[in-house]
């Protein structure tokens, strides 16, 4: 495929990506061979490389074959390392794409990002362009050359390239023409050399080295899981990706490491996911501790105790998110000079949801915090006064109207997944409290947790639907409603939830896709439609295989495994024709299907 072939116009589909990255940072790198998105040293720093944002000024690392030539992208098996081989009509090539891991050091300023490229057959020429784009496109940079390395220099950062094959530059990019033959090997290197950082140097030798520590590191990571069953392939590729999107320095946890990939292609539903989602770091725990990972939620309790404290007064004790530091303030702003992918605008940084009611994260916190004290090791006596603390205020603010798991931007409501979330934060810290003994006003607890049983029972089922509902008031569905079983809130068989699991798939799946609700008749304060939620979709199989319907359980993980794109990775939504949209790759996706084959698994015998 030549330079644009294959881009729609200018840009790559979103599932034409793969991942590379150091628990630090991410680079998606596309199949053609260009780096598309990449910030640095951090998940949520400015982008180096943007060109999935705005094609003409986001920047990109090109580099590819110079001819004509098929392509094909695959992971170094059991690692994070990325192929992408070349195969024209006089040889084969390859790019090996990784961000050097030497150890499981904590420090944050360590950053380095290697390209090798090697000729494995016949000859073939290569062409690279660097075009850094610094602070989202918005800031200015130079070039200088020092000690044989080319140094990109901007008010914020500053970049060195190494590269084993002669560099031109016109002041703003950097350019390399060449040709390998069979058994060559070309290396590019892009370190972060600001901060006290000296540039140094990377050649062949020291790159290949670095490649076979990084290799060995991924496969003695992986090493630990203990995951045996059916769909080892694909569960431990979502694994692998899930440590990815830890932040090694603080133990935190993104939800994604992209911004602004859009829910409906030329929408307005883009949002920056660079931050820790309590609840969606609470579910990750959950499937990570599911494979035998006890180090990643250890490292996440961490990152709890130190960097977040709970607010007091008339606030929220927690926010629903914080940046990787454990820091509060995420204001939102739109980054009007960048198109947006495919023209879907606007680019938006930081993320306003910060201030939104949630009341189910407490109990996807709790619930991780119960695992982890069952699994891993008990919890402290101050961890335990925290949970006490939350609890408490559980119990007094659980009827609170809020905005809900979907974050939606059309007012709160009393919606059934914050109560069924509320009923588990309680639930769980009664077993805690019963099992090891520790104190807790138990009475007022089970009181509470009854009260909002009863509330679910009465006012979150609608007779005329026969089902469960989205929130009082109304006859509105929500795939949200699937982990009702799953929290152990209702029994798998139970006659309404039969019923549920029922209207459910009569209403919001389409071909075992499922959609998270029906923004027509539950309107959520934004314009357009969005795809189906793939988190949604693995739910659904869960609901399925608890139900006991193993049949259409498998059809439905089945058919949900053939949309993750080549290199077994998930968006957060599938659109109409199957194309992937929305943060890429998600956790929340790459969690539910761990947790769905691990059940179905289970369930299978």
Not at 136 to 150: A, E, M
Not at 226 to 234: F, K, L, T, V
Not at 377 to 394: F, G, K, N, T, Y
Not at 417 to 434: D, K
Request: net charge negative.
């Amino acid at each position: 495929m030549g330079p644009h072939e294959g881009r729609d116009g200018r840009y790559l589909p979103i599932s034409e990506h793969a991942m590379i990255g150091d628990m630090r940072s991410v680079a998606l790198v596309g199949v053609d061979g260009t780096i598309d998105w990449y910030c640095c040293p951090r998940f949520d720093s400015p982008s180096v490389f943007a060109a999935i944002l705005d094609a003409d000024r986001g920047g990109a690392f090109r580099l590819a074959a110079a001819v004509p030539a098929r392509t094909k992208q695959f992971y170094f098996p059991d690692t994070n390392v990325l192929i992408t081989r070349f195969y024209a009509a006089d040889g084969v090539g390859e790019i090996q794409d990784f961000m050097p891991i030497l150890g499981d050091s904590t420090e944050a300023d360590r950053h380095r990002l290697i390209r090798r490229v090697l000729c494995v057959r016949g000859t073939m020429p290569f062409s690279a362009v660097v075009a850094p784009r610094f602070d989202y496109g918005r800031s200015p940079h130079t070039i200088r050359r020092q000690d044989g390395l080319l140094v990109f220099e901007s008010p914020q950062l500053t970049l060195a390239l190494t590269a084993s094959v002669p560099v031109t530059d016109d002041g703003t990019d950097a350019r390399a023409e060449f040709t390998l033959s069979e058994g060559e090997t070309a290396v590019f290197a892009l370190d972060r050399v600001d901060g006290g950082l000296a540039p140094r140097d990377c050649p062949a030798r020291e790159a290949a080295e670095q490649f076979e520590l990084t290799v060995c590191y991924w496969r003695r990571w992986l090493s630990q899981s203990r995951y045996r069953g059916r769909w080892r392939e694909m569960v431990h590729r979502s694994a692998l990706t899930l440590k990815l999107l830890t932040y090694a320095p603080t133990g935190a946890i993104v939800a994604g490491p992209t911004t602004s990939l859009p829910e409906q292609l030329g929408g307005e539903r883009n949002w920056d996911y660079r931050y820790v989602w309590i609840r969606d770091a609470g579910f990750c725990v959950y499937a990570m501790l599911r494979l035998g990972f006890t180090t990643e939620a250890t490292a996440f309790m961490d990152f709890l105790s130190r960097h977040v404290s709970l607010r007091g007064g008339d606030q929220a004790p927690l926010q629903i998110m914080y940046g990787i530091d454990g820091r509060t303030d995420l204001p939102e702003q739109e980054l009007p000079h960048l198109e947006g992918y495919r023209g879907s605008a606007p680019v938006r940084i930081g993320n306003a949801a910060v201030d939104q009611l949630q009341l189910d994260i407490y109990g996807a916190l709790i619930d991780s915090i119960y695992l982890y004290d069952k699994w891993v090791q008990p919890i402290s006596s101050d961890r335990w006064e925290e949970v006490h603390d939350l609890v408490d205020w559980v119990c007094d603010h659980w009827d609170t109207p809020d905005e809900g798991i979907w974050e939606t931007r059309g007012g709160r409501k009393n919606f059934l997944f914050s109560r069924l979330m509320c009923w588990v934060a309680i639930e769980r810290a009664m077993r805690m409290a019963n099992r090891r003994g520790l104190p807790a006003d138990l009475r007022r607890w089970r009181e509470a947790r009854d009260a909002v049983y009863h509330w679910i029972m009465k006012k979150g089922w609608s007779p005329e639907r026969g089902a469960f509902t989205q929130h009082e008031g109304e006859d509105v569905l929500d795939a949200s409603v699937l982990m009702m079983p799953m929290m152990k809130f209702v029994a798998p068989t139970d006659p309404k939830w039969l019923s549920t699991l029922e209207a459910l798939s009569a209403d919001l799946v389409s071909d075992s896709l499922v959609y998270r609700y029906d923004p027509k008749v539950s309107p959520d304060g934004l314009r357009g439609d969005e795809g189906t939620f793939s988190i949604c979709s693995f739910w659904y199989v869960e609901a399925l295989t608890r139900a006991g319907r193993l049949d259409e359980a498998q059809l439905a993980f089945g058919k949900m495994l053939t949309y993750a794109n080549h290199v077994g990775l998930y968006a957060e939504q599938i659109g109409q024709t199957g194309e992937q949209l929305g943060n890429f790759p998600q956790a929340f996706t790459h969690l539910a299907l761990i947790s769905a084959a691990f059940n179905l698994d289970r369930a299978l015998g």
